[in-house]
């Protein structure tokens, strides 16, 4: 998942996670969606019956694996919360 509005940051970043992808679904028979996080959110958001409260909790865990992990930094803390506040003026 990423942040970036397009869904890919460059065209060849497109096509390296695309092949990755059907060489996952070839060999083990997965199937994976690439999707930016705020079309995956929008779309799952309408299954959920307060969403506001589910953005609080995927924040807050969003957080705590940051702290636990190297996947997240900072800078996608920062990033995430620039998200949530453009939004929220919506």
Not at 12 to 41: C, H, Q, S, W, Y
């Amino acid at each position: 998942m990423t942040t970036y509005k397009a869904g890919f940051e460059s065209a060849t970043d497109e096509k390296e996670i695309n092949d990755f992808i059907l060489k996952i679904k070839i060999g083990r028979d997965i199937d994976i969606i690439a999707n930016g996080i705020l079309t995956t959110i929008k779309y799952y958001l309408r299954f959920i019956d307060d969403y506001k409260l589910f953005l609080e909790t995927y924040t807050k865990n969003l957080i705590l694996d940051a702290k636990h992990s190297t996947e997240i930094k900072d800078y996608h803390i920062k990033s995430w919360i620039e998200i949530l506040k453009e939004y929220d003026k919506e």
